[in-house]
């Protein structure tokens, strides 16, 4: 695609529920994260994929959280049970396998847990 | 693994004025340097980056500079205008295949 696209863009749920993230990678780019970012705060890392390695998952807050990338392309962003202090807008951002450092960002999911 | 830090938390300026925004990292085998800005609402976007062989780098208003001896890199931007204002992230990584780590964040605000 002519981006990082991430679904939903928008998503509002009740404290317990669990629910899944999508993010959608530009073609061909091999590294990818994902990042939480609360209303006027820097960005929280949380999941870190890169090619066929195994995952940098020393962000996730709590076993909770959990990622998965299939096919080394689309990657899934779980949060299970849901608590308020989740809310926040949680953003993925991909680079290109040569390079590993240009981050392009998807324009995030803002989850808000009531 | 990386720790980055940047100063100041926020910075207001003039319009007109220059602002310059400070970062520190620990670890000495990281060199690659970027810097974003996340416009309100937006998602942050690369706006200069930075390598371990050169001392600094500069495209039109911005500039970066790099002391790898101190560990700190800084961004310049000079004739700040109003749409300079933004959160402004830097980052550190050790290059491909490795994580880039962000540092908390700069709001910059350019008053008229």
């Known amino acids: 695609g002519a981006g990082v696209s991430q679904s939903p863009s928008n998503k509002v749920t009740e404290k317990g529920k669990d629910v899944e993230l999508r993010c959608d990678p530009i073609?061909?780019?091999?590294?990818l994260y994902w990042y939480r970012q609360s209303l006027g705060q820097g960005l929280e890392f949380l999941i870190y994929?890169?090619?066929?390695?195994?995952?940098?998952k020393s962000g996730l807050p709590s076993d909770r959280f959990s990622a998965e990338r299939t096919g080394g392309s689309v990657s899934t962003l779980t949060i299970q049970r849901t608590q308020q202090e989740d809310s926040a807008v949680y953003l993925c951002?991909?680079?290109?396998?040569?390079?590993?450092?240009?981050?392009?960002f998807g324009s995030g999911t803002q989850l808000s847990v009531l | 693994g990386e720790n980055v830090e940047q100063h100041p938390s926020t910075l207001s300026v003039q319009e007109g004025d220059s602002a310059v925004i400070k970062c520190t990292y620990s670890d000495s085998a990281s060199n690659y340097f970027p810097w974003y800005k996340q416009e309100l609402g937006k998602r942050p976007q690369l706006i200069i980056d930075?390598?371990?062989?050169?001392g600094e780098k500069k495209d039109q208003r911005i500039a970066v500079t790099l002391n790898k001896t101190a560990k700190h890199f800084s961004l310049h931007i000079t004739e700040t205008q109003p749409e300079d204002s933004a959160v402004y992230f830097c980052a550190a990584s050790k290059g491909r295949g490795n994580k880039l780590t962000f540092g908390t964040g700069t709001q910059l605000k350019v008053e008229l």
């Open positions: 951002a991909s680079s290109e396998s040569n390079s590993g450092e240009k981050l392009f």
């Open positions: 073609s061909g780019h091999t590294a």
């Open positions: 994929f890169q090619g066929n390695s195994a995952p940098d």
């Open positions: 930075i390598r371990s062989n050169v």
